[in-house]
């Protein structure tokens, strides 16, 4: 299976993105899919899930209210709009697919393949 992440860039605070996640290889809408990030000196931490089929969601409490999860599996791509961003949300954000079929499993050991990661920069 390959993820291809993008979307990531520079944006000043309260501005927004659109991460995207393009799967290949594997069923994608048999999967539930998560998106991580790592900020610099930190360890790599959940930010929101989306089940199977895009009915449910769940979120870090760090982001809820400002970004929103979702897929299209039509196109094999999960998505994570971001709004309201803030400086501590720079990191390196990586896209997963989930063992499972449901929403709530959020450890790293939970996902089972890894995007390579896109940048995101928010300034001050």
């Known amino acids: 299976v390959q993820l291809q992440a993008s979307g990531g860039g520079l944006v000043q605070t309260g501005g927004y993105l659109r991460l995207s996640c393009a799967i290949s290889?594997?069923?994608?809408?048999?999967?539930?899919m998560g998106w991580f990030r790592q900020a610099p000196g930190k360890e790599r931490e959940f930010v929101a899930a989306?089940?199977?089929?895009?009915?449910?969601?769940y979120y870090a409490d760090s982001v809820k209210g400002r970004f929103t999860i979702s897929r299209d599996n039509a196109k094999n791509t999960v998505y994570l709009q971001m709004d309201s961003l803030k400086p501590e949300d720079t990191a390196i954000y990586y896209c997963?697919?989930?063992?499972?079929?449901?929403?709530?499993?959020?450890?790293?050991?939970?996902?089972?393949?890894w995007g390579q990661g896109t940048l995101v920069t928010v300034s001050s």
């Open positions: 290889g594997r069923t994608f809408s048999s999967y539930a």
């Open positions: 989306i089940n199977d089929s895009g009915g449910r969601t």
């Open positions: 997963a697919v989930s063992r499972y079929r449901e929403h709530y499993y959020t450890t790293e050991n939970d996902f089972s393949s």
